[in-house]
């Protein structure tokens, strides 16, 4: 997004693909707030606020006709954004965390500060609210889920790393679902990023919701053809508010 015309092409596919809300990462924007586009789109954005930083790192959120519904958001650092929207349901909220993960190869401590951030963030989450929680985490999750079936599904792809092991241990400890290894669609259709050469294909991006509004969540898919001169792809989600799971009582 940092490149002339690369906001104008994100929003045209934005509104091709009829999407309520738009997650991105790696935008390398400094700075945050919010600018309008000529489109008619809405940017909130969170960078790097350290004057003379580098254009790196950098996640906005776009939202389309949900920002209307735009309660609040906040800027937490250049890997991490949040913000919050009402519900048809006047007590529940919704609150979408978009993310910039660390690489597979970053050091230890640059990897335990971005999940001590993102750990607190959703700590803060009110317990009768609804999460969304999304992008790139650098992550490979695997298709396995022995040990990890409530949070995971077995449509993974690939072998889990060392950034899919923190990322689904932060989805266990904060009662998360990863919606992309839960629908059985054919690899073309979950992997999210392919190499230059076009022979190596990982699943790296995720969107994950609150276990207990997991079946709002109707579908997860990455959409090959979103066209903005990345190699990464784009997951989308369809979900649909319905109310949330109650746990019975003994």
């Known amino acids: 997004m940092f ?20 997650g ?21 954005y969170s960078g790097h606020e350290e004057d003379g930083e580098n254009h790196t790192d950098g996640v906005p959120i776009m939202p389309k006709e949900t920002r209307k519904a735009l309660i609040a958001w906040e800027p937490i650092s250049s890997c991490l954004i949040t913000a919050s929207f009402r519900t048809n349901n006047r007590r529940v909220k919704a609150h ?9 190869d970053a050091v230890n401590d640059v990897k335990a500060r971005f999940y001590d951030s993102l750990n607190h963030l959703l700590g803060r989450v009110g317990a ?10 650098n992550a490979k999750i695997g298709g396995r889920n022995e040990g990890y079936e409530e949070v995971k599904g077995k449509h993974g792809v ?38 230059p050469d076009h022979v190596t294909e990982n699943q ?17 898919r990455t959409r090959r053809r979103a066209d903005a001169a990345s190699d990464h792809r784009l997951p989308v989600t369809k979900a649909e508010e319905k109310s949330p ?6």
């Open 158 to 195: 690939g072998k889990m790393n060392e950034n899919g092991e923190m990322f689904v241990e932060t989805c266990v400890n904060n009662n998360l679902v990863i919606g992309g290894s839960v629908f059985p669609h054919t690899t073309i259709h979950k992997t999210t990023w392919v190499s």
């Open 204 to 220: 790296t991006h995720h969107i994950c919701i609150c276990r207990k509004f997991r079946r709002s969540m109707e579908d997860v």
């Open 24 to 44: 991105l990462g790696e935008t390398r924007w400094t700075q945050s707030g919010e600018v309008k586009l000529p489109s008619g789109q809405s940017v909130i």
């Open 128 to 137: 009768r609210d609804l999460i969304i929680l999304m992008d790139d985490f």
């Open 96 to 104: 979408i965390i978009q993310c910039y993960a660390p690489t597979n």
């Open 245 to 250: 799971v109650q746990k019975s009582k003994s």
């Open 3 to 22: 490149q002339a015309g690369k906001a104008a092409t994100t929003a045209k596919e934005m509104v091709r693909y009829n999407l309520s809300v738009l």
